[in-house]
């Protein structure tokens, strides 16, 4: 059974940082494209970034301002998102995904990200 | 990259039939068979109902269909049951690995 434990959330102030980390198992988790969503109180999904299986490749949202970190470690099954000089936009609840076949199949339950002062 | 265009609220009665349009633009749903729709409940994950546009993940019922048409896509949900009551997103590729999602339908049935 795939799971995605999600962590590393809670209240920042502003301009603070946090890191998120995402705990896989039950699926080859080198050999998957992952991505970080998040959703805002009351607000829609939008999807954040991507990375390659390897690594060697990442993507952002456009919007992202240089702020923010993919990476993983296939090591130990772990995926992360460096969020650095925050702000009370990035609220929300921040979800681990798999990307396969073009498509987010399987969610974490989320890790609720807080910042105010 | 702008959000793809959903209707905030859909409603439909028991056993009918409603549809969700997601609208985009040439650079993504026009351009891509890589739409994809979601279902969540309140205070949980979202849910993969429908990818490359009108295929099923192993699981999801087959009441649930997509279907695309130039720059918008479409998900129709049959039978309505009391259970398909949630928030639905669809999602598109829009080029050099950037994906972008609708801002959300919340469906009610009646």
């Known amino acids: 059974e795939v799971q995605l434990v999600e962590s590393g959330g809670g209240l920042a102030q502003p301009g603070g940082s946090l890191r998120l980390s995402c705990a896989a198992s039950?699926?080859?988790?080198?050999?998957?494209?992952m991505t970080w969503v998040r959703q805002a109180p009351g607000k829609g999904l939008e999807w954040l970034a991507n990375i390659k299986p390897d690594g060697s490749e990442t993507h952002y949202v456009a919007s992202w301002g240089g702020r923010f970190t993919i990476s993983r470690d296939n090591a130990n099954n772990l995926l992360f998102l460096q969020m650095n000089t925050v702000t009370p936009e990035d609220t929300a609840v921040y979800y681990c995904?798999?990307?396969?076949?073009?498509?987010?199949?399987?969610w974490g339950q989320g890790t609720m990200v807080t910042v105010s002062s | 990259q702008s959000a793809l265009t959903q209707p905030a609220s859909v409603s439909g009665s028991l056993g009918q039939s409603i549809t969700i349009s997601c609208t985009g633009t040439s650079t993504d749903v026009g351009s891509y068979y890589l739409v994809s729709w979601y279902q969540q409940y309140t205070g949980k994950a979202p849910k993969l109902l429908i990818y490359?546009?009108?295929k099923w993940p192993p699981g999801v019922s087959s009441r649930f269909s997509g279907s695309k048409s130039g720059n918008t896509a479409s998900l129709t949900i049959s039978g309505l049951q009391p259970e398909d009551e949630a928030d639905y997103y669809c999602c598109s590729y829009a080029e050099t690995n950037i994906w972008v999602f609708g801002g959300g339908t919340k469906l009610t049935v009646l």
């Open positions: 039950g699926f080859t988790f080198s050999s998957t494209w």
């Open positions: 995904v798999t990307s396969v076949a073009h498509a987010f199949n399987n």
């Open positions: 490359e546009v009108n």
